[in-house]
């Protein structure tokens, strides 16, 4: 994969409108695969390749205490930078998405203690 393709591919993320809820979902679910809420956390599970099938929660929670990136090596510098846009577009996303579900929430009243674990996740 080219580093055109990719810087492609993310920009036209920034041509999204934000305050339509249908383009928002779109973004959501281009990159987060599932959200698990814990009493004391949450895991979010993202896609970051083609046809990728969301996890059972039991597997999520196996999958949790292991993981395969001990098996891989170091990536070199240049791809660590592509690496860290992704994740870090990733993470916004995922920042947007808990405030959006957290403003939905407070709506429904749901109480803001409960909440501040959410938010300050992200």
């Known amino acids: ?3 055109e393709f990719v810087r492609f591919w993310l920009l036209r993320f920034r041509k999204l409108d ?3 809820p249908e383009q928002r979902q779109a973004l959501v679910d281009t990159f987060i695969n599932a959200i698990y809420l814990y009493d ?19 597997e999520a929670v196996k999958a949790e ?9 170091a990536p070199d510098f240049e791809r660590q930078i ?9 993470r916004k996303a995922a ?18 203690h409960g909440l501040h674990s959410l938010l300050s996740f992200a």
């Open 40 to 58: 004391d956390k949450v895991l979010i599970t993202f896609n970051y390749k083609e046809g990728t099938e969301t996890i059972t929660f039991g």
């Open 18 to 20: 934000m305050t339509q």
């Open 82 to 90: 592509v690496r860290f846009g992704v994740l870090s577009l990733c």
């Open 65 to 73: 205490k292991s993981s395969d990136m001990s098996a891989r090596g």
């Open 95 to 112: 920042a947007h998405f808990l405030h959006t579900v957290c403003t939905f929430a407070r709506i429904r009243g749901f109480s803001a």
């Open 1 to 3: 994969m080219k580093e």
